[in-house]
């Protein structure tokens, strides 16, 4: 890591930006910065003071680096990484709190929100997509604390995933099935096992015919397909107005003539204009959603539609007339993702929705489970081949 620049040149090189009239660019520091050193000034410099007063200062080797997930500072001497599903300390350090701090309001403010005093903490998507969390002393404790979850715009397909993630061919087949019989899915898991990923590798299987559009909290997603129309969520800015809700994208989004209506993730009462879409005429749609297991899936969204104000035996009557299959994924403690099990979606006498397993991952080979027939039957039904891992044990 190169030396930090000179603390006095830096501070009188963002007091000349301040003067000026429009917001800085990479030009007007370099500009800045020749005219208040005092000397000749060395090329990783001036790149060095750009990233202080432009990007993201020390931590930008971290956001180039293609294996870092996440990005965990906890206060000006302590930065962590996930790395390849590990958490690291890392080398990279602050000068100070003061700096810590300058950074994370920086951020935050470029993305039309506050964060000081009255607002110790906000979350913000940077520019290029990555998430960031951050929260001011005296909230968090012991110094600043950033959070940022890298956006790496990967785009796979299933093919892609079979040779590069360890997503078994015969999982990709049936994966491929599911998005060619319209089943609507909900992809689960827990966080950072790689829901968003595969979901985007699903929607490059979408036939061409077909119109995506997609509703995202923070726009991630990017399907290998030539339609598709991207949708994201507006928090409020500072003075509290202009919020756009997920629950207001997807009531757009029906009238915008969509094939497969997809939901980026699922986390609260949008769960019930999502159901609305499922039940007129938007299968095939897909989503993804925080859980430990399959099994806690209906629970989970029954949760989340009463947050909508739907009792639960509504909740399970919509869940079973819309949602078939739950595509749960898990992350091993080596930090490896990998699918751990589809479930088809079945009601019990009750009438509550329950997952049933039809192939089990988590052995060295699939498995087939007591609901494979079934799941066979379905794709069958809707005239779509059924993979051999559905058809005998591997």
Same mark, same amino acid.
């Given at each position: 890591?190169?030396?930090?620049?000179?603390?006095?040149?830096?501070?009188?090189?963002?007091?000349?930006?301040?003067?000026?009239?429009?917001?800085?660019?990479?030009?007007?520091?370099? %500009?800045?910065?020749?005219?208040?050193?005092?000397?000749?000034?060395? =090329?990783?410099?001036?790149?060095?003071?750009?990233? *202080?007063?432009?990007?993201?200062?020390?931590?930008?080797?971290?956001?180039?680096?293609?294996?870092?997930?996440?990005?965990?500072?906890?206060?000006?001497?302590?930065?962590?990484? %996930?790395?390849?599903?590990?958490?690291?300390?890392?080398?990279?350090?602050?000068?100070?709190?003061?700096?810590?701090?300058?950074?994370?309001?920086?951020?935050?403010?470029?993305?039309?929100?506050?964060?000081?005093?009255?607002?110790?903490?906000?979350?913000?998507?940077?520019?290029?997509?990555?998430?960031?969390? +951050?929260?001011?002393?005296?909230?968090?404790?012991?110094?600043?604390?950033?959070?940022?979850?890298?956006?790496?715009?990967?785009?796979?397909?299933?093919?892609?995933?079979?040779?590069?993630?360890?997503?078994?061919?015969?999982?990709?087949?049936?994966?491929?099935?599911?998005?060619?019989?319209?089943?609507? +899915?909900?992809?689960?898991?827990?966080?950072?096992?790689?829901?968003?990923?595969?979901?985007?590798?699903?929607?490059?299987?979408?036939?061409?015919?077909?119109?995506?559009?997609?509703?995202? %909290?923070?726009?991630?997603?990017?399907?290998?397909?030539?339609?598709?129309?991207?949708?994201?969520?507006?928090?409020?800015?500072?003075?509290?107005?202009?919020?756009?809700?997920?629950?207001?994208?997807?009531?757009?989004?029906?009238?915008?003539?969509?094939?497969?209506?997809?939901?980026?993730?699922?986390?609260?009462?949008?769960?019930? %204009?999502?159901?609305?879409?499922?039940?007129?005429?938007?299968?095939?749609?897909?989503?993804?959603?925080?859980?430990?297991?399959?099994?806690?899936?209906?629970?989970?969204?029954?949760?989340?539609?009463?947050?909508?104000?739907?009792?639960?035996?509504?909740?399970?009557?919509?869940?079973?007339?819309?949602?078939?299959?739950?595509?749960?994924?898990?992350?091993?403690?080596?930090?490896?993702?990998?699918?751990?099990?589809?479930?088809?979606?079945?009601?019990?006498?009750?009438?509550?929705?329950?997952?049933?397993?039809?192939?089990?991952?988590?052995?060295?080979?699939?498995?087939?489970?007591?609901?494979?027939? *079934?799941?066979?039957?379905?794709?069958?039904?809707?005239?779509?081949?059924?993979?051999? =891992?559905?058809?005998?044990?591997?």
């Amino acid at each position: 890591m190169s030396p930090a620049p000179d603390g006095d040149l830096v501070t009188r090189v963002r007091r000349r930006l301040a003067t000026g009239e429009a917001p800085p660019g990479a030009r007007e520091v370099a %500009d800045a910065w020749r005219v208040e050193a005092a000397a000749g000034v060395g =090329v990783q410099d001036l790149r060095t003071v750009t990233s *202080e007063l432009l990007g993201a200062g020390p931590l930008e080797p971290l956001l180039a680096d293609p294996e870092v997930d996440d990005i965990l500072v906890n206060g000006p001497d302590q930065v962590w990484v %996930d790395r390849r599903g590990q958490l690291v300390r890392t080398s990279v350090r602050f000068a100070d709190e003061a700096t810590v701090r300058r950074l994370a309001v920086r951020l935050i403010a470029a993305t039309g929100r506050r964060l000081d005093a009255a607002a110790p903490y906000a979350d913000a998507t940077l520019p290029d997509g990555s998430r960031l969390h +951050a929260v001011l002393p005296p909230v968090a404790i012991g110094g600043t604390c950033l959070s940022i979850r890298v956006l790496r715009r990967r785009r796979f397909d299933l093919d892609g995933l079979v040779g590069g993630s360890g997503l078994p061919s015969g999982m990709a087949d049936l994966l491929r099935s599911l998005v060619f019989a319209r089943l609507a +899915a909900v992809i689960s898991g827990g966080t950072g096992t790689g829901k968003t990923t595969l979901l985007g590798a699903m929607l490059s299987a979408v036939p061409v015919g077909q119109r995506l559009v997609l509703v995202e %909290d923070a726009a991630e997603l990017a399907p290998v397909h030539p339609h598709v129309v991207r949708l994201q969520a507006r928090p409020p800015n500072v003075e509290g107005a202009g919020t756009v809700t997920l629950r207001d994208l997807v009531r757009q989004a029906l009238r915008m003539r969509p094939d497969r209506l997809v939901l980026g993730e699922v986390r609260g009462a949008e769960i019930v %204009d999502l159901f609305a879409a499922l039940n007129t005429g938007h299968d095939g749609s897909l989503t993804t959603l925080h859980a430990n297991s399959a099994a806690d899936v209906p629970p989970r969204i029954e949760a989340l539609a009463a947050l909508a104000g739907l009792p639960r035996a509504a909740a399970h009557s919509q869940l079973a007339a819309t949602v078939r299959v739950v595509v749960h994924l898990r992350r091993t403690a080596d930090g490896r993702r990998q699918i751990g099990e589809i479930a088809l979606l079945v009601p019990d006498r009750e009438g509550f929705v329950r997952p049933v397993t039809a192939l089990d991952a988590l052995g060295s080979r699939p498995a087939r489970g007591p609901a494979a027939r *079934e799941l066979a039957q379905l794709l069958t039904d809707r005239g779509v081949d059924v993979p051999e =891992v559905l058809v005998a044990d591997q």
